[in-house]
């Protein structure tokens, strides 16, 4: 029992001194943003590594999550004769919950994990001692790319993910159920609004997604031990918790903008 | 036994003064004193060799040095600058004009060896990508890997690694560097070579050189001054002449390589019986 106590005690601890720690490296990330400005060249790099590099793999789940949804959704709407909503089920859907989010674990898993380990490695390897003994800011040159990079990357795909979701759903609904293509559109078009699902969904969401994912990803690396079992040990933390912070704050957000 | 810990107490002139001085120098790694009340100093335009087992806190001294970590007590004076009560910028500043070799080498290994060395002119100069290429190859060309410039790191061999970083490190014509092992992993000629490289860059550019090292014959062949460091303390120091001739107990133990002395080859530990439960259970 006081074992217990003295665990749990010990263990939040941890945690806060880890939060402590990450609220110091996120300030100094932020004060390195005005030299990244002078030199958007080097996010603009990362955006390839963490963005286009992440496109197949949203494609590919947008794709398939858009059908699933047109397949679900029809079999649950036929009942009341309903199908022609199915448009609006899909993008609703789409864009206010599954786009950003699924979007969002997807980074983190693709993208999230390959920025921790890359910095970790950087780290063990000394590239980063290195470079400070050059003279040559890592916050600047290392993290901050990264982490911008990463938060404009996150809306794009986010984006990606649900227009091809949209699709994926056409072609279920329409090709393959017989819904009626017009209705599938113009259902979709009177009911989603630009400023309350796709701005409030897809944009603000994605965008709050992706300052916490690659705070995390950059963050677990720039703290990693620098051993091989550090390294593996953030990447799996780098997933994990971008995972579970993304879904609570994705909780939140939904609260705010779609609660009643 | 222990020595006086004063730096003028033997041969050397007093100036003009030192480029790097340390002070008290005390660190800890969480119980264990690295150092204990350090005294040094680096002369200028010199080359000073570091030399100490394994473990006995080289590459911490130039990590202290370099203002990375920061000492429990004393100072550490660069240039007359104090280099752990410098702010970010001025540190960076000072950084500029001091360059470090890292044990590991350290390059970049998303970069080529061509980009690697001109990666600090890039970051801090405005040349021209012209005036950049000839400025690598020229670093190149002195150590030897002109012909790799396109390779990359995990395509050398880890002496060819060093000497690309010993090119890096040389990229902004500093004022002094620290070499940690440059010796180790080279075959004889590259060795030789590499001395004399050290000793050129030395007295060619004006450089003060400090090289951290075991390798005791070659070390102590290009070093004007050497400091001999072994369990927190600077044991003995003295130009390799002096030393050579010295009495003391540790240099004999260190620059003959002598098994038994003074230095211990072991981590602290406790006794080694203890430690395989021998001493207190009774054998069966
Ligand atoms: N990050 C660290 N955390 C804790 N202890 C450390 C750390 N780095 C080094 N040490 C300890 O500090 C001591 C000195 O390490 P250092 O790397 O300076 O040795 P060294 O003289 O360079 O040895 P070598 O010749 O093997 O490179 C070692 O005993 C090591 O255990
Ligand atoms: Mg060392």
Known sequence: MIDGLRRLGRSTLFWLNRLGRATLFLLRLLSAL????K??????RQLYSVG????????MSGLFVGMVLGLQGYANLVDFG?????????????????GPVLAALLYAARAGSALTAEIGLMKTTEQLSAMQMMAVDPFARVYAPRFVAGIIAMPLLAGIFTAVGILGGYFVAVQQLGVDSGAFWSQMQSTVKLFDDVINGVVIKSVVFGWVANWIAVFEGYDAIPTSEGISLATTRTVVNTSLVVLAVDFVLTALFFGV | MPMPNTPFSRSDP??????????????????????????????????????GPSGAGKTTLLRLIGGQIRPHAGRIEVDGACVHELGRRELY?????????????ALFTDLSVFDNVAFPLREHTRLSEALIRILVLMKLEAVGLRGARDLMPSELSGGMARRAALA????????????????????????GVLIKLIRTLNDALGLTSIIVSHDVKETASIADYIYLLSEGSI????????????????????????????????????????????????SP
């Open chain 1, 34 to 37: 005005p030299t990244l400005a």
């Open chain 1, 39 to 44: 030199r958007p060249s080097l996010a603009i």
């Open chain 1, 52 to 59: 286009v590099l992440s496109l197949p793999i949203i494609a």
């Open chain 1, 82 to 98: 309903a199908t022609s909503s199915l448009g609006r089920v899909v993008a609703l859907s789409l864009a206010r919950e599954l």
């Open chain 2, 14 to 51: 007093p100036d003009p003064p030192p480029l790097i001085t340390v002070r008290g120098l005390t660190f800890y790694r969480g119980d264990r004193a690295i150092f204990r009340d350090v005294d040094l100093d680096i002369q200028r335009g010199k080359v000073t060799a570091i030399m």
């Open chain 2, 93 to 105: 500043q000072l950084r500029k004009r001091m360059s470090m070799l890292f044990q590991s080498g």
């Open chain 2, 168 to 191: 890096r490190s040389i990229a902004l014509d500093p004022m002094m560097i620290m070499y940690d092992e440059p010796f180790s992993g080279q075959d004889p000629i590259t060795m």
């Open chain 2, 235 to 282: 044991v003995d120091h003295g130009s390799p002449q002096t030393l050579e001739r010295s009495r003391s107990a540790w240099v004999e133990q260190f620059l003959h390589a002598l098994p038994d002395g003074p230095m211990s080859f072991h981590y602290p530990a406790a006794a080694y019986a203890q430690d395989l439960s021998l001493a207190q259970e009774p």
